[in-house]
C-alpha cells in the first residue's frame, strides 16, 4: 500500500469497498490493461466483474437496489480503477452520471423504471452534450427537438459519447424552444432508450461506430445522429421542458470530480512506474534514483500526486455535504489533469528510450494522459469557472 493518497476519516465500509477494489484492480484489470489497449478492445470481462462488485450501483440508494455510498467513495474507487486502466474508469462514469441525473432530477416514474436495472448494469446509461461545430460551448448545440401532437421528433448529431455503442440509455442534451427568453432555458434532456451496437440502433436514430482515438482505447466513443427520431414527451428528463442546462450541468459537477480522481489514479500509477524503474536502471555505476536530477523529479511527482489527491477529495466532500461545488470541482479538475499530465511526462522521461517502446507501460499511460485535459471541460473552462467564482466572492 502507498503511503501516497491516503484519505483521512473513511468508514469501515470505505475501506472494505477500497481494499475490494484495489485487490480487483491488481488481479483483473493490471495484467491485460495494456494488451487490450493496444488491440483497443472493450473489456466485457472486466466490466462483468465490475457488475459482480456492485460498482455499477455503488451511488445509486438501497431503495433502488444500489450500494448508497458517497460520491467520496464512488471517486476513490474511480482512482483505483484509473490506476489500472483509465479507459475502465470511463465506462463507469458516464453511466454514473446519467444515474445521478436521474436520482436528482427524474421523476418517480422514471427512478423507479431505470435505477434498479442501471444498479445492476442491465441498463448502462451514456450521457451527450456535445457536437461537431461546438465543444465547450453548449450554448450553441444545434440538435432540436420539435413538438408533434404528444411527443416530439429529433433532428441533429451529438459527439464525444463515451459508451455510445454499449450503452443502452442515452441522457441526451438538445434544443426545445419554449418561448423562454433564455437559451439555456429553451434546452431539455431526453432520456434515450436505444439497442446496444452500432449502425441503425432504432428508427431515425443511427451510431455511426467507433471514433479512432490516439489514446483512451477500449470504451467506445461515438457520434449520434437523429433524423427524424420520434420520442414521448415522458422521456423529458424530470417531466418538464427547458430545465436540460440545468441538469446537465449539475450531473457535469460530479463527472469533473470523477475527472479528478481519473488524474489522481493515472498520475500514481506513472509515479510507481517511474520509481520502480528508477531503482533498477544503472548509469554511470550507480542505480538512477541515486542521481540528484532523478531524485528531485520523483519528489516532484509525488507531491503533485498528493496535492491533487487532496484536493479531489475535498472536491467530492462538498457534493456529499449537499453544498455547490463548481469552485472545487473546477480546480481539483484542472489541478489533477494538470499535473496527471505532468507526472506522466516525468515517469516517460525517466524511462527514457525505453519509455517509446509499446513494451512498457508507461508508453499507454502517455497516450492516455492527455484526454483529462479536455474532458468535461477543457482546462480553459475550468479556469473561467474559477476566475468568475472568484469574483463573487471577491466583488469590490
Known amino acids: 500500500m502507498s503511503r501516497l493518497q491516503q484519505t483521512e476519516g473513511l468508514t469501515d465500509v470505505q475501506e472494505e469497498i477500497l481494499k475490494t477494489v484495489r485487490a480487483f484492480v491488481e488481479a483483473e484489470i493490471l495484467p491485460v490493461a495494456t494488451e487490450l489497449e493496444h488491440r483497443d478492445e472493450?473489456?466485457?470481462?472486466?466490466v462483468e466483474g465490475l457488475k459482480e462488485l456492485g460498482l455499477f450501483g455503488l451511488m445509486i440508494p438501497e431503495e433502488y437496489g444500489g450500494l448508497g455510498e458517497s460520491l467520496?467513495?464512488?471517486?476513490?474507487?474511480?482512482?483505483e480503477i484509473a490506476r489500472g486502466w483509465m479507459s475502465v474508469s470511463g465506462i463507469i462514469n458516464t453511466h454514473f452520471i446519467v444515474a445521478y441525473m436521474l436520482l436528482q432530477h427524474g421523476t418517480d416514474e422514471q427512478k423507479q423504471k431505470y435505477l434498479p436495472r442501471?444498479?445492476?448494469?442491465?441498463v448502462r446509461g451514456a450521457f451527450s452534450m456535445s457536437e461537431p461545430g461546438c465543444g465547450s460551448d453548449v450554448a450553441a448545440i444545434k440538435t432540436k427537438a420539435t413538438k408533434d401532437g404528444d411527443g416530439y421528433v429529433v433532428?441533429?448529431?451529438?459527439?464525444?459519447l463515451t459508451n455510445g455503442g454499449s450503452s443502452n440509455l442515452v441522457a441526451v442534451l438538445v434544443k426545445t424552444d419554449e418561448g423562454q427568453d433564455s437559451v439555456y432555458k429553451n434546452m431539455t434532456t431526453f432520456l434515450v432508450e436505444k439497442e446496444p451496437g452500432f449502425?441503425?440502433?432504432?428508427?431515425?436514430?443511427?451510431?455511426?461506430?467507433?471514433?479512432?482515438?490516439?489514446?483512451?482505447?477500449g470504451v467506445d466513443t461515438t457520434e449520434l445522429v437523429f433524423d427524424g427520431y420520434r420520442i414521448d414527451a415522458g422521456q423529458i428528463l424530470g417531466g418538464v421542458p427547458g430545465k436540460g442546462f440545468y441538469q446537465m450541468m449539475d450531473g457535469v459537477e460530479v463527472g469533473r470530480v470523477n475527472v479528478a480522481a481519473r488524474g489522481c489514479g493515472v498520475a500514481r500509477r506513472a509515479f510507481e512506474l517511474?520509481?520502480?524503474?528508477?531503482?533498477?536502471?544503472?548509469?554511470?555505476?550507480k542505480k538512477i534514483a541515486e542521481h540528484q536530477a532523478v531524485l528531485f523529479r520523483?519528489?516532484?511527482?509525488?507531491?503533485?500526486?498528493?496535492?491533487?489527491?487532496?484536493?479531489?477529495?475535498?472536491?467530492?466532500?462538498?457534493?456529499?455535504?449537499?453544498?455547490?461545488?463548481?469552485?472545487?470541482a473546477g480546480v481539483a479538475k484542472y489541478l489533477a489533469s494538470e499535473y496527471c499530465s505532468q507526472v506522466v511526462e516525468d515517469s516517460f522521461r525517466i524511462h527514457g528510450g525505453y519509455g517509446f517502446s509499446k513494451e512498457y507501460e508507461i508508453e499507454r499511460l502517455y497516450r492516455?494522459?492527455?484526454?483529462?485535459?479536455?474532458g468535461e471541460g477543457t482546462a480553459d473552462i475550468q479556469r473561467m469557472i474559477i476566475g468568475r467564482r472568484l469574483l463573487e466572492d471577491y466583488k469590490l
Open 72 to 79: 467520496l467513495t464512488y471517486a476513490l474507487c474511480v482512482e
Open 298 to 328: 520523483l519528489a516532484d511527482m509525488a507531491v503533485k500526486v498528493e496535492a491533487a489527491h487532496e484536493l479531489m477529495v475535498k472536491a467530492a466532500r462538498k457534493k456529499d455535504s449537499g453544498s455547490r461545488n463548481d469552485f472545487e
Open 199 to 217: 449502425g441503425e440502433v432504432d428508427k431515425g436514430l443511427t451510431v455511426p461506430g467507433k471514433i479512432e482515438k490516439m489514446g483512451y482505447k
Open 274 to 285: 517511474g520509481i520502480s524503474y528508477a531503482q533498477q536502471r544503472e548509469t554511470f555505476g
Open 118 to 122: 442501471m444498479a445492476t448494469g442491465e
Open 368 to 374: 492516455e494522459a492527455p484526454m483529462l485535459l479536455i
Open 42 to 46: 472493450y473489456p466485457t470481462e472486466i
Open 155 to 160: 433532428n441533429g448529431q451529438k459527439m464525444w
